[in-house]
């Protein structure tokens, strides 16, 4: 079992659709959740984190966080096409390590 | 203000041969990151920084990998008798402090090729 798991799509939606991304962590120490998004060529660019449980809200994008399912999920009302890119879960372990336990993405198309 | 740079951009070397990708972070960012990331996958951590020391160096695959950061700022990741499955992009990443509520910020990453 890998210790970050997400779905790898890809997921198409329709513009102005909600896009609901998913993931999953194995090691409950855990404490700190990031989303980045990544496009085709590019390098991570960081959209959300979130450290407690429940929701946060940053305009069109909200971060979920349920630790007792281990569970982290991104929302993204309001789709664009612009959207279309891997998007990627990361995980921080409580401990001194700054590293960041990655999913291995999942890819969004948003279809005009 | 810059953000992280890295170079060069895109590498090609031939099997058993040496290579070192540079890292800049961002200036005043204490923390530095080495991850790679193969085709399809999310970047897997290779070695942390805190100043000058190497304070994680667990993911560094084998002793033909390795890192320095000899002033705290710069740092260069050093691949002694390169092999094909080493091809990859090589990210580089630094924060400004460490602890839960840290932010990692990306360089644009290393292209390498092993032929």
């Known amino acids: 079992q890998k210790e970050v798991e997400q779905n790898s799509g890809p997921l198409s939606v329709p513009e102005g659709a909600i896009a609901s991304l998913n993931c999953t962590y194995s090691d409950r120490g855990s404490q700190s959740f990031f989303w980045y998004r990544q496009y085709s060529g590019k390098s991570p660019e960081l959209i959300m984190s979130?450290?407690?449980?429940g929701d946060k809200e940053d305009g069109r994008f909200t971060a979920q966080l349920n630790k007792a399912s281990q569970y982290v999920s991104l929302l993204i009302r309001d789709s664009q096409p612009s959207d279309s890119a891997t998007y990627l879960c990361a995980v921080k372990r409580s401990g001194n390590t700054g590293k960041l336990i990655f999913g291995q993405g999942t890819t969004l198309q948003v279809k005009p | 203000g810059a953000g992280v740079s890295q170079t060069p951009s895109n590498k090609v070397t031939e099997k058993g041969k040496y290579v070192e990708l540079r890292c800049d972070p961002i200036s005043g960012h204490t923390a530095l990151y080495w991850y790679r990331q193969s085709l399809g996958q999310g970047p897997e951590f290779l070695i942390y920084f805190q100043g000058t020391g190497a304070a994680d160096d667990s993911g560094l695959p084998n002793d033909r990998f390795f890192a320095v950061r000899p002033e705290g700022s710069v740092s260069t990741l050093k691949i002694q008798r390169t092999e094909r499955g080493d091809s990859a992009v090589y990210l580089c990443?630094?924060?400004?402090?460490?602890?839960?509520?840290?932010?990692?910020?990306f360089g644009p990453g290393t292209r390498l090729l092993v032929l």
């Open positions: 990443a630094s924060s400004q402090r460490t602890g839960y509520q840290e932010t990692q910020y």
């Open positions: 979130i450290y407690s449980n």
